[in-house]
């Protein structure tokens, strides 16, 4: 059965700083890795997904993650964090037949610290 | 296109009573999924349906469940005799058929069961 683990419940920055969370996945197959963002209330919003070929995604508001196969990793990374980047992120694989079934991690918060 | 719309976005229901979410996907999507969020938790996979065909149910969908999308368009989960254990958020999202997309999610319903 595929999962997700993602290490880091909670991780706080401050403005400007770099970013890293951490995703790491259990799957029989080549996988299908996304990651979401939650703002508190909300539902949440694909930043970057991965299916195959450059290991390297970039995504929206900045952000890109890195596929690497020998590790089971997606880690997601930000160059410099703004405040508007405080929200929970949730690390999701897709399976990669029948419905695109996702499973999600368990989510790591981020706190930007002015 | 307003993306995915879910209604209510809040209900609070006392124990016992059946309570009905409603979820209107991205039309040109002929995919939707039902996933329910505790605190502290990713979202886990309830139902998918694949047009008005319901294709696979989780065991944490049990019998007070139920899920239809007649015509492939809107969806509405119902929680026949709720407990207290069914206090969450209630996510819905939709996707197209092409494998590996990732989802849009809706805002979501919370409900809260007194």
């Known amino acids: 059965a595929q999962s997700v683990t993602q290490p880091d419940i909670h991780i706080t920055v401050s403005e400007g700083a770099s970013l890293e969370l951490r995703c790491n996945y259990s799957?029989?197959?080549?996988?299908?890795l996304f990651w979401y963002v939650q703002s508190p209330g909300q539902g949440l919003q694909l930043l970057l997904k991965?299916?195959?070929?450059?290991?390297l995604v970039q995504g929206i508001k900045g952000f890109e993650a890195e596929f690497k196969r020998s590790q089971s990793s997606f880690n997601l990374r930000k160059p410099s964090v703004h405040w508007s980047d405080a929200a929970e992120y949730f690390c999701?694989?897709?399976?990669?037949?029948?419905?695109?079934?996702?499973?999600f991690g368990t989510g790591t918060q981020l706190k930007v610290e002015l | 296109d307003t993306g995915v719309s879910q209604d209510p976005r809040h209900k609070i229901t006392k124990r016992g009573q059946n309570v009905t979410f409603r979820c209107d996907p991205i039309s040109e999507h002929n995919r939707l999924y039902w996933y329910r969020q505790t605190l502290g938790q990713g979202p886990e996979f309830l139902t998918y349906?694949?047009?008005?065909?319901?294709?696979?149910k989780s065991r944490l969908l049990s019998d007070r469940f139920s899920a239809e999308r007649p015509k492939g368009s809107f969806s509405t989960l119902e929680i026949q005799r709720t407990e207290q254990g069914d206090s969450a958020m209630y996510l819905c999202a939709s996707s197209p058929p092409s494998q590996g997309s990732g989802y849009t999610f809706g805002s979501g319903t919370r409900l809260t069961v007194v």
């Open positions: 349906f694949q047009n008005e065909a319901q294709l696979e």
């Open positions: 799957y029989g197959a080549t996988p299908y």
């Open positions: 991965y299916f195959s070929g450059d290991t």
């Open positions: 999701a694989v897709g399976s990669t037949g029948g419905g695109n079934k996702l499973t």
